[in-house]
Antibody, heavy 119, light 107 residues
């Protein structure tokens, strides 16, 4: 069946870096846009970043622009999020999500990976 | 950037009630709006896209309407399994932001 599985979460100190990965299976990965969305404890959904089907277009929330980088490897059905200079307020569950390319809604979500930024 | 505002932030209704949630964008976004349901402790789930198109498998008691700046999600007859937080999301252009959410529970 179609699924997305995230990995790479954990505990990291403020100012440090972390790389999240998400592997897709059961669908034609290279045909879809991919997203990262986060949810802080007890809070709502926050869109973080989006990458087009071929990686040619990337979009970032203002709060992460210049610090986070989204990338994808269609040969490995993988999308990644490199997070630099992490802040305590970025403690959250990070979800990988898929959607049609160009129309960037999200029709399949992974279960998420938890990131805790704490000293 | 365009802001997405949902109202109410929470509501309590009886089983069988008609429930309406509103999402307003600070600028027109045509019909580039999606609605998601997130049950407690679960992953978000797509209900509606293009403001009014029901995702496959979603019960027909859910419907969406609107265009431009004002959108609604309606549950025609609230069921116990509809207890969740509902989010709207714009996708006309970046940033693809979400509304703040509406928490729905049973009275």
């Amino acid at each position: 069946q179609e699924q997305l599985v995230e990995s790479g979460g954990g505990v990291v100190q403020p100012g440090k870096s972390l790389r999240l990965s998400c592997v897709g299976s059961g669908f034609t990965f290279r045909s879809y846009g991919l997203h990262w969305v986060r949810q802080a404890p007890g809070k709502g959904l926050e869109w973080v970043a989006t990458i087009s089907y071929d990686g040619s277009n990337k979009f970032y929330a203002d709060s992460v622009k210049g610090r986070f980088t989204i990338s994808r490897d269609n040969s490995k059905n993988t999308v990644s999020l490199r997070m630099n200079s992490l802040r305590a307020e970025e403690t959250a569950v990070y979800y990988c999500a898929r959607g049609p390319d160009y129309y960037y809604y999200m029709d399949l979500w992974g279960k998420g990976t938890a990131v805790t930024v704490s000293s | 950037d365009i802001q997405m505002t949902q109202s109410p932030s929470s509501l309590s209704a009886s089983v069988g009630d008609r429930v309406t949630i509103t999402c307003r964008s600070s600028q027109a976004i045509s019909n580039y709006l999606a609605w998601y349901q997130q049950k407690p402790g679960k992953v978000p789930y797509l209900l509606i896209y293009s403001a009014s198109t029901l995702q496959s498998g979603v019960p027909s008691r859910f419907s969406g309407s609107g265009s431009g700046t004002d959108f609604t999600l309606t549950i025609s007859s609230l069921q116990p399994e509809d207890v969740a937080t509902y989010y709207c999301q714009k996708y006309d252009s970046g940033p693809f932001s979400f509304g703040g959410g509406t928490k729905v529970d049973i009275k």
